[in-house]
């Protein structure tokens, strides 16, 4: 169901049009980690649903046509499909677009800023009536001012999603990422932890403000963050930083740690399953919180983690978007929100116990 819900949100959505090739079973079984029965399934369901053909000898392409209308255009700009967030998230907006009869038309970045600058001169030369953004490496100040002026020029809204740009004043929609951190972090000191790593993301603001709540946290609490036992990581990094061979560095400096706090499940979880492999002492000792609360297959465990609330947050950006559209003052009126504070339950989270 994971790869055919990923598969069918990024057809649907325009991502692969009519006739792209779609990635071989070889692709999806490394990409997803699944055996290539479980990636022929998925495929099979695609295929039956006419969304894609195999061709034997050649591949398997997209059969799903979108029809071209004449209904409203807003565009959606994502940074990177995250396998497990993006489908709730896009179907939170698609519903909402589809109840007031306008068209999506989605832009992906892969998190590079010159794709960023491609996209929004593309929708200031189409028809589009406003768009939903989520910043491309939004903890750095943004080069593409002047396309953004551009478009406010042209009386196109723009809402942020996830994040927001430091250098720009756009209203956005967003977790309250530092209080869920705070919050999670305060949960691993009640239980008596005191040596805590974490792990987070630099090139983006949500790694930063959720930093930032851990920081504020501890430093509420007299506790010093040792700087070995924190790994900052980015985008491009990504495979390094999560090698065998990094972890096992970052594994030897925090194995005095009793708890770790990452920066999203997929983090978290991908670090467990190191550690299972590594240490099954420390990998059942280790108490660990995360973010997003997304279920990510079948497991012993479940992490304790901030709620994102996903198709909620895909909905109220929709909705704002469309109210920003009927707005003539939308620059000056307020239409950012934040989540409050939400924490998943699970059985990650071990009282530590004083000898």
Known sequence: MKIYNWGKTIIISGVLKYGAKFPSENILTRKFGFSRETVRGALENLEKEGLIERIRGSGTYVSFKIE???????????????????????????????????????????????????????????????????????SFPNPNVKLYENLIEKNIPIIFIHNHYSNMDFDSIEMSDAKCSYELTKLLIDNGHRNICGIFKYDDIQGIERYRGFMECMTEH?????????????????????????????????????????????????????????????????????????????RDFKIISGIHPKEKLGRLAARSIIKMLNDNDWINNNYSYRFPVAISEGNSVKKLVEK
Not at 68 to 86: M, P
Not at 103 to 120: C, G, M, S, W
Not at 242 to 269: G, P, Q, R, V, W
Not at 275 to 295: G, H, P
Request: with cysteine; aromatic share 16%; glycine share 4%.
């Open 68 to 138: 071209e209308t004449s209904k409203k255009k807003v565009g959606l700009i994502l940074s990177y499909l995250s396998d497990y967030f993006f489908p709730r998230l896009y179907d939170g907006i698609k519903s909402i677009m589809d109840e007031e009869n306008i068209q999506i038309e989605l832009a992906v970045t892969k998190n590079n800023l010159n794709e960023e600058a491609y996209y929004l001169e593309k929708f200031r030369n189409m028809n589009i009536s406003g768009i939903i953004v989520e910043g491309t490496k939004s």
């Open 222 to 298: 007299d506790i010093i963050i040792n700087d070995d036992f924190i790994r900052w990581y980015s985008t491009k990094d990504f495979d390094y930083k999560f090698s065998k061979s990094s972890l096992n560095s970052f594994y030897k400096k925090t194995k005095h740690c009793s708890a770790m706090i990452a920066y999203n499940d997929e983090i978290a979880y991908k670090y467990a399953d190191f550690l299972e492999t590594r240490s099954e002492k420390f990998f059942k000792e280790l108490s660990m919180v995360s973010f997003d609360d997304a279920v990510l297959g079948d």
